[in-house]
């Protein structure tokens, strides 16, 4: 590995693998007995995760190769919401 390739590998994100309670919408009427036994959908989300914070989690799906500041598709996921988290390290 060059010099230049094992500075940029410390410079990579953590890919996490998250398991959440996800909010949804139902868009047509629904009686009220029934919407009180709707559930949140739980979600599995694999991304980079590129931040966190007291309140939530960030994970991004692309990160840019000529922009280490700059990522895609942000996610923020509360803390509250979340149901187990794993990291994984890239080489």
């Known amino acids: 590995m060059t010099a230049q390739k ?3 590998s410390r410079l990579r ?5 998250v398991i959440w309670e ?3 919408v139902q868009t047509e009427g629904s009686p009220a007995k ?11 989300t ?8 007291d309140e939530c989690l960030i994970l991004a799906t692309d990160l ?8 895609n598709t942000p996610i923020i996921i ?10 994984f390290e890239v080489h």
């Open 6 to 8: 094992k500075d940029e």
């Open 13 to 17: 994100f953590p890919i996490a693998e």
């Open 22 to 24: 996800d909010a949804w």
């Open 34 to 44: 029934k919407a009180m036994r709707l559930d949140p959908i739980l979600r599995s």
């Open 46 to 53: 694999l991304g980079y995760k590129v931040g966190d914070t």
């Open 64 to 71: 840019y190769s000529n922009d280490k500041n700059t990522f």
């Open 78 to 87: 509360p803390w509250d919401m979340v149901i187990g988290c794993w990291e």
